[in-house]
């Protein structure tokens, strides 16, 4: 059987109702949207879970950082204790210029008894950071807001491997 190439103006997409599945509309029409920017609740809470968790992050990895048994460790969660200051920043700064208020949030303490447990759970909450941020990427078009999600997104992956990495050496 002989199959014809996809042209330029054809798509391998599927369609749904003549359309594009790529083409359909975010999530506005399951979710609530805040009128005054036309963002859907799940956006909004996404963005205010991401500022929690960088704050409660810095919070965590100042502690961490004192407990590290050797400079290299140390400089490791330093590292991170900086990107999660600029992620912080960046999302804050979203948050205000979408909805023209300040986040209201809590931390969350993370609690520790080694180094090596504390390593732990670092590794384990920059996982699930990744998971958010690629998850809440996903839920908009807006470029300026993906473009947050993702610079965090990549910087969390790349906490997980290097503090992965230096359980192995643990």
């Given at each position: 059987m002989y199959h014809y190439?996809?042209?330029s103006s054809q798509s391998f997409y599927p369609y749904y109702n003549n359309t594009p599945y790529q083409t359909q509309p975010d999530f506005q029409y399951?979710?609530?949207?805040?009128?005054?920017?036309g963002l859907n609740e799940r956006i909004l809470d996404a963005i205010l879970m991401a500022i929690k968790g960088e704050a409660t992050a810095?919070?965590?990895?100042?502690?961490?950082?004192?407990a590290a048994p050797d400079k290299e460790q140390k400089e490791d969660v330093?590292?991170?204790?900086?990107?999660?200051?600029?992620?912080?920043?960046a999302f804050t700064q979203l948050y205000i210029q979408l909805t023209g208020i300040k986040p209201e949030y809590s931390i969350e303490k993370v609690m520790f008894n080694s180094y090596k447990e504390g390593l732990e759970r670092a590794y384990k909450m920059e996982l699930e950071a990744y998971e958010e941020y690629r998850d809440s990427y996903l839920l908009t078009r807006d470029q300026t807001i993906r473009d947050v999600f993702f610079l965090a997104m990549t910087d969390?992956?790349?906490h997980a491997m290097r503090f992965g990495h230096n359980l192995l050496k643990i």
């Open positions: 190439p996809i042209t399951r979710y609530p949207t805040y009128p005054q920017t810095i919070e965590f990895y100042k502690r961490l950082a004192k330093l590292h991170a204790l900086e990107d999660e200051k600029k992620h912080f920043e969390e992956i790349e």
